[in-house]
């Protein structure tokens, strides 16, 4: 623990050596999520609902899916980058170390410019929360923050699962964005609007839906039973095939080289 | 100690495809080969030994020091390194080595060596105490008092090689694993390292095993040769011994005025310059006295060097003699 | 000429060694396309009336969006350019700068033509063959295809020349990754890439399709899918057309007054 804050402070410390490219950079991922947030609201100026969601509704989706995103993105992006960790040779140094191997990709990388994302998730709480029309109880209240905190460590066994494929094969790994990548932006609305099959899919078997929609219904008091509030939580065991196979690829890697 | 035995190491490695038409091909179905990487590879290091190892690229050395180190698994074969197997007890194992690869650096980027020092410091969990008495010894061998507080990335080649090795010693490791160290270094440098290094594996008995291509480190540095080719252990002996039963071959460099002297049998010219004569010498043809009196009749000599076969006419002699 | 012929066999085969990235980026694109049509789709239950364009005309739109990503998005920067500037490896090209914008303007094109040769066939094909309402249709008449081709290349033409000022202006801010981010997003977003611009209320609309972005993706996507026809289609090329020309001779002024400037600094 103290050495992932030692790690924390150089990157902090070598990424502010360039302040104005960070503030760019900073700047040009706000203007990322931004522009999917333009996009939905141009929506909804021309139509009132989709699938019965309103637009301060589904700012509450767009606003989970992004914080969750940020927050697994600003820890998790070692292994966002592990295919050129792989490739430059960066990881058999890792493996020179005495220390467990996820830790050092966790600690390798820290871009602190990805916080643009996060300011602005923020920034669309402050509005949809009180616009949405919702009575903010304190079980409402913990709902949301289950969401968020569990939808961030499920965007994080994916990060995990995108580093792992790339223990077999560097090229194949575009696909995984679909998850990751696709899970923030088709996150934005609520995933019952893409149709029963696709809802089914994203709870059984990327549990995307479990932190985004459920308990999403319970907050607008559409369904009342205090399962749906602990839904979200339902979504943490994706963390064990996900390690598993971290573990598989290190132990294939190890025996057949790069 | 470091132990060995009969270690093998097959890759499956998927052929790429020039041109169109086969790129083609490749689209729907992949052929593979096989690269035998090591076979049957045994030797031992006791401690405090300092070996080269030398062969041509793609001979199986980077793949026996991933062995070693424990980053890589072998398909057969046995290896005991302080009484642990590397790939099965990794995070032990690799607390008591060092490793130096010369191209890639374990420094970051940004911010001052001694960040970077520190930072390993915490990896290793080195003791505040032994870290202070180790980083002082370092810098003053190295020389990198001035150095500590400016970061990597303004670093001379030369002064970036000197932090690595002191990145690499921090945690007081017995065994140094160097891979090209004076890779693209200025005369200076290679010299400086090349002390440090002896002085280590002398004083401290740090078992060193190196890696590289440059001849003049393993005359400089080794008594003992490991020679690989085509994945196999070629040759295990010592420096002197090799270059005695590898030939008798005299080197023979004259300084001369005058025009260029003609050459007699068993002689053959090495490098060619007005002025200056470097031949190689075959003594059972024509011998040292007998050379020198040949061309001391042509032009008048100034200086005269003779030498025995260098290591690497030596080591190219041998790759030519294993055909690797 | 045939050395950009020569570029765009490389990069092409190349795409084709890397079966598993194409497979990959295929079904990746393909997802996308899938779920964007989707979210259109519920939309379009929720209000028919209020869809700016017919329902099909969306989703040929989005198909051929995800088709030729290669060829409309602006975020398909070329690392090298940015690269060869920053390095100062452009000091030793000084000697041409007029080349030096052609040069770059047909690696891009030839880059970006080998991306999508690979990958927008079978997409096109799949996106023809799923059921309504997800099938893309063809264009009505060959004339309207005809316009959709001519559209598209001046489209390329506009997003290349947008980018080339991109790389020009690393020249002066040598930092390029936040310019580059921040340029992408505002030009994709405003060439209809999250959105089609019929969707954007006015006066958005009105004022997005005064820009040259306007001129990027808009223009075929719409050309084809029947959204803009007859005489509008001309009106629109007409356009492009402006918008091309108008970009090539910014950037070409901007390339020699930068040259120019690292002549007499010495790089």
Known sequence: ?????????????????????????????????????????????????????????????????????????????????????ISNGEFDRMLVRPRRVALQVLASQMEFSRLGRLVQAILVFCYAIPASGVNWTYDKIITLCLMVICGSIV???????????????????????????????????????????????????????????????????????????????????????????????????????? | MIRLEGINKTFRVARRKSGFGRAVRALLSREHETIHALRDVSFTIE???????????????????????????????????????????????????????????????????????????????????????NLDELVTLLDLAEILKTPTRNLSLGQRMRCELAASLLHNPKILFLDEP???????????????????????????????????????????ILLIGKGRILLDGSLEELKKSSSQRKTIVFEYTGKDPALCEGMTSVEGREGRLVVSLEPSICSVSEAIAYISAQVEVIDISVSGISAEEMVAGLYREYHI | MKKYLAIFRIRFINSLQYRAAALAGMATQFAWGFMEILAFLAFYKADPAAFPMEFSQTVSYIWMQQAFLALFMVWFFEAEIFNAITSGGIAYELARPVDLYWRWFSQSVANRLAKTVLRCLPILIIAMLVPE?????????????????????????????????????????????????????????????????????????????????????????????????????????????????????IGRYMINNALRKVVVQGG
């Open chain 1, 1 to 85: 623990m103290r050495l992932y804050m030692k790690y924390f402070s150089m990157h902090l410390q070598s990424q502010m050596q360039y302040k104005l490219s960070f503030f760019f950079t900073a700047l040009g991922q706000f203007l990322v999520s931004f522009t999917a947030l333009l996009g939905i609201w141009f929506m909804f100026m021309r139509f009132n609902a989709v699938e019965g969601f309103s637009f301060p509704q589904v700012l509450l989706c767009f606003a989970t899916m992004l914080m969750a995103f940020s927050l697994a993105e600003f820890m998790g992006r070692g292994f966002d980058h592990f295919p050129r960790i």
């Open chain 1, 155 to 258: 965007f994080f066994c994916l990060f995990l699962i995108y580093a792992a494929i790339s223990f077999f094969t560097i090229e194949g790994l575009e696909f995984m964005n679909i998850f990751t990548d696709g899970g923030r932006e088709f996150g934005r609305y609520p995933f019952s609007v893409y149709g029963k099959e696709a809802l089914r899919f994203l709870t059984y078997v990327i549990p995307l839906a479990l932190f985004q929609y459920y308990p999403l219904l319970y907050i607008l008091e559409r369904k009342t039973s205090s399962f749906y509030m602990f839904m979200p939580l339902l979504a943490l065991p994706f963390a064990i095939p996900a390690y598993a196979f971290w573990r598989f690829g290190l132990s294939r890697y190890k025996s057949t080289g790069s």
């Open chain 2, 47 to 133: 401690d405090g030994e300092m070996v080269g190892y030398i062969g041509p690229n793609g001979a199986g050395k980077s793949t026996t020091i991933k062995i070693m180190c424990g980053i890589l698994t072998p398909d057969s074969g046995k290896c005991e390194i302080n009484g642990r197997t590397p790939w099965r007890e990794r995070i032990a194992h690799v607390r008591d080595i060092g490793v130096v690869f010369g191209q890639r650096s374990q420094l970051w980027w940004d911010v001052p060596v001694w960040d970077s020092f520190d930072l390993i410091r915490d990896i290793y969990k080195v003791d505040a105490r032994e870290y202070k008495r």
């Open chain 2, 182 to 224: 004076t890779i693209g270094l200025d005369a200076v440098s290679k010299l400086a390292v090349r002390q440090f290094i002896k002085k280590l594996n002398a004083e401290q008995g740090v078992t060193i095993i190196l890696t590289t291509h440059d001849m003049q480190d393993i005359e400089a540095l080794t008594q003992r």
């Open chain 3, 133 to 249: 309402p997800f099938r893309m249709s063809l264009p009505a008449t060959h004339g309207q295809f005809l316009l959709f081709l001519v559209s598209a290349a001046f489209s390329l033409g506009v997003v290349i020349s947008f980018s080339m000022l991109i790389y020009i202006s690393t020249f002066y801010t040598l930092s390029c990754t936040g310019v580059r981010i921040i340029s992408a997003v505002l030009a994709d977003f405003l060439a209809g890439a999250i959105i089609p611009l019929p969707f954007f209320p006015q006066p958005f609309r009105a004022i997005a399709e005064m820009l040259p972005f306007a001129a990027m993706q808009n223009m075929p996507l719409r050309i084809y899918s029947g959204n803009i026809a007859g005489i509008n289609a001309f009106w629109g090329i007409g356009l492009q057309v402006f918008w091309l020309i108008a970009l090539i001779l």
